[in-house]
């Protein structure tokens, strides 16, 4: 009794053309053996074969769900956990590196009660067997676009943000009524005793600044005076 399922690993393969760079790739992909060796009432023993398809494993982890309630007894060349019906089964020290086109091997002693159906899918390293191999890119494009969008959007918002309730009447808030992005009492909490303005927006572009601070009767306060004015 055997049945053989194609692993479809989540790989990084093909030509994905970017801007400016061309993305190196890898691939992956798996196979798997589960044969029942033999059977006696209550009991059986199993071989799992593991075939790699792909780029080179360090490393493996194979997962699968019994459909029947059995469990495993007894595994070597490899180490296993089981939860209820859910298996994994990972490598040992000496059979964790499979080259592309290698396979590796694993057999188990385990118990079952009814019947012992065949598990009718595997997943490797976290992916579930398809029994084909995918691409994805492995690196990010090295180069950004060479230039700025052309155009800035053509209206502002109609109306203002409201504050989200329950924030101080000093807190600084993104636009859209956002969560805070500059508690008073935080800010004030870094600078000390520090008494200029609290607070600073710097432009991405060409890194250059320019101080706000809070706005009260007699103009816009210093630290010390936000202090007295947010209380």
Known sequence: ?????????????????????????????????????????GGFGANVTITNLGSSLSSWTLTW?????????????????????????????????IPSGGNTSFGFNGSWNGSNPVPSSFSLNGVACTGGVTTSP????SNSPSSSPSSSPSASPSSSP?????????????????????????????YAAYNGPLYQVRRSSDNSTRDIGVVSAGGVANAAAQDSFCS
């Open 138 to 141: 492995s690196s990010s494009p």
């Open 65 to 97: 769900s019994f459909g029947a309630g059995q469990s495993i007894t007894q595994l070597w060349n490899g180490t296993y956990t089981q939860s209820g019906s859910n298996v994994s089964v990972t490598n040992v020290s000496y059979n964790g590196s």
């Open 162 to 190: 409201t504050q989200p309730a329950g924030q101080g009447p000093c807190d600084i808030f993104a636009a859209g009524g956002t969560p805070c992005v500059a508690a008073h009492s935080t800010t004030r909490a870094l």
């Open 1 to 41: 009794m055997a049945i053989v399922a194609s692993a479809g690993l989540v790989t990084a393969g093909g030509a994905l053309a970017a801007i400016g760079a061309q993305a190196q790739a890898a691939t992956a992909g798996c196979s798997v053996s589960y044969t029942v060796s033999s059977q006696w009432p």
